[in-house]
Structures are given as C-alpha cells and as structure tokens.
C-alpha cells in the first residue's frame, strides 16, 4: 500500500518583509532617530520594495511562494498624531494589489521591529494602555480598513515579546534601554497590544496569526552571564 503524500498545495512557502530592511527606515519611525545618531547604520530606501516591488514579488513567485508577511509601516502612514499620509497607503495598496494579481496571499503585519517616535516616546508606546486604546488601536482599525480586500491575514505584532526585551531588557532598539522593571510593564503592554488587536480583528473575515520567538529570552538570559 503506498503512503499517504501530502497536497503541496495545502502548505504556504513564503518569504517575509520587515519594513526596515525591505523599505528603509520611514522619517518619523523611532528607528530613524538612531540612524541619525549614529547608532545605527543608515538604511535608506531599504532593499527597494516600494520601487521594485514589481519585480521583487515576481521573483517571489519565481522561486515557488504563494505568500509573503509584508508590514505596513505605522510610522510612513501616520507620520503625526492623527496625520495620515494618503501617499503612502496608496503605495502599500498598489503593492498588495499587485502581490494579489501574481497569485501571492498577503499576510499583513501592522507592526515590526519599530514604533512611530511620537507614539513610543511622546505618549508611551505599548506600554501606556491609554496610549494603546487611542492610538495603536486606530492603527489596526485603519489598516485593517483600507487594505481588507488584498488581505488573507493580519499579524499584530512581529513577536511582540522579543521586541519589548530587545527594546527594554537588551537596550539594542529604541529607546535602547536595560530597565527590568519598564522590560516588564514593556511586555506586558506588547502581549495587551497583541489581544486587543485579535479582538477588533476576530470581526473581520481574514486570518489571524501571531509570531512569538523564544530566542530574546534565551539572550536575555545570557546578557546576564547566565
């Protein structure tokens, strides 16, 4: 009797892009203030994406995936405190779009590696849970509202954990610090800023994932020499 085999096309193959690294750093991002301090190396426009997108997710399609996890830089659409850039959501549409169109399925992150610098510095970041119900909370609401239709899924938050202890415990992304009393309340505020996205998600018809990663903690443990 032969064995069973797999469908392949049950299973995804798939490549990430985090907005750094895929776009540049976005102006107004917590990132970009480390880049011009000299503490971290310029990114300028990244690998490319919003140019060569084109390219980019055909030749995606040419190595055999059928999805991508793209994230929709926070700090590029909303520059300021209720200032949306329309420029920037019609660039991400026509990214998704076109990702749609060569047989793509775009599961979309609304937040990795960085923060806005006015939500993170000005009011908080995740860790001020007012902060997070006026702000973070838009921000899911309006990304989730303008790019439904190219959607398969939505991902909160890129391992919301390891960004709060690399953030709070490591010191080595914005705001750099190595507080474990703020790494607490910074963790906590992630995995409260992952819920409350899964909850005024879960009425929509997409997918939902969450990615967590033991490895900040395992580094964390071995800045401590333990």
């Known amino acids: 009797m032969s064995s069973p085999t797999a469908d392949p096309s049950m299973f995804l193959k798939g490549?990430?892009?985090?907005?750094v690294s895929a776009e540049g750093v976005a102006?107004?991002?917590?990132?970009?203030?480390?880049?011009?301090?000299?503490?971290?190396?310029?990114?300028?426009?990244?690998?490319?994406?919003?140019?060569d997108?084109?390219?980019?997710?055909?030749?995606?399609v040419a190595l055999g995936c059928n999805a991508w996890r793209v994230t929709i830089e926070w700090a590029r659409i909303e520059p300021e405190p209720?200032?949306?850039?329309?420029?920037?959501?019609d660039i991400y549409r026509d990214v998704l779009a076109f990702a749609c169109e060569v047989g793509l399925q775009n599961w979309i992150t609304l937040q990795s590696t960085t923060l806005p610098g006015w939500y993170l510095d000005d009011e908080g970041g995740h860790r001020d849970e007012d902060a997070r119900g006026r702000y973070w909370l838009?921000?899911?609401?309006?990304?989730?509202?303008t790019f439904d239709e190219f959607a398969t899924g939505f991902v909160p938050i890129d391992d919301p954990i390891g960004w709060a202890v690399r953030s709070y415990g490591l010191g080595s992304r914005p705001p750099g610090r190595k507080d474990?009393?703020?790494?607490?309340?910074?963790v906590e505020g992630a995995v409260h800023a992952t819920?409350?996205?899964?909850?005024?998600?879960?009425?929509?018809?997409?997918?939902?994932m969450t990615a967590w990663?033991?490895?900040?903690i395992h580094a964390l443990a071995e800045d401590d020499g333990r």
């Not at 203030?33 to 994406?49: I, K, Q």
Request: no cysteine.
């Open 138 to 145: 838009r921000h899911v609401d309006r990304v989730a509202e």
């Open 15 to 19: 490549v990430t892009a985090s907005a």
């Open 82 to 89: 209720g200032k949306v850039d329309h420029d920037a959501l």
């Open 180 to 186: 474990r009393v703020v790494l607490r309340d910074a």
């Open 195 to 208: 819920h409350e996205a899964i909850r005024l998600l879960s009425s929509g018809r997409q997918q939902l």
């Open 27 to 51: 102006p107004a991002a917590d990132w970009s203030t480390w880049e011009r301090d000299g503490r971290a190396p310029r990114s300028s426009d990244g690998a490319g994406l919003l140019t």
């Open 213 to 216: 990663r033991a490895d900040p």
């Open 53 to 60: 997108f084109r390219d980019d997710l055909q030749q995606f």
